[in-house]
């Protein structure tokens, strides 16, 4: 199982990031993902998920209506599209299998949003 997270980078506030995570090993399609995010300093936390069924979403709370995820099973990819960016999304970004697992962490994927 292998999970490699891609498209971070260096913003404006009110600008707008896709992030990607490829993967491989499984079939994406019996999974749910999620997106998580860990400030310096801070615990990491749940940012959205999608399910692997009906593709049911969760966003946390500070990131809804900014933030979309989707997903492509066939091209075994799930999407995290970040719009109107604020200082405070400044993390790494992460994704992982649900029920997520210390195994299945990448290196992540640079966040930085500036005012």
């Known amino acids: 199982v292998r999970l490699v997270e891609s498209g971070g980078g260096s913003v404006q506030a009110g600008e707008s990031l896709r992030l990607t995570c490829a993967t491989s090993?499984?079939?994406?399609?019996?999974?749910?993902i999620g997106w998580f995010r860990q400030a310096p300093g801070k615990a990491r936390e749940a940012v959205s998920c999608?399910?692997?069924?009906?593709?049911?979403?969760y966003y946390l709370e500070a990131v809804k209506g900014r933030f979309t995820i989707s997903r492509d099973n066939a091209e075994n990819t799930v999407y995290l599209q970040m719009n109107n960016l604020k200082p405070e999304d400044t993390a790494v970004y992460y994704c992982?299998?649900?029920?997520?697992?210390?195994?299945?962490w990448g290196q992540g994927t640079q966040v930085t949003v500036s005012s």
């Open positions: 090993g499984f079939s994406l399609d019996e999974y749910s």
């Open positions: 999608i399910s692997a069924v009906e593709n049911f979403t």
């Open positions: 992982n299998r649900l029920p997520r697992r210390a195994d299945y």
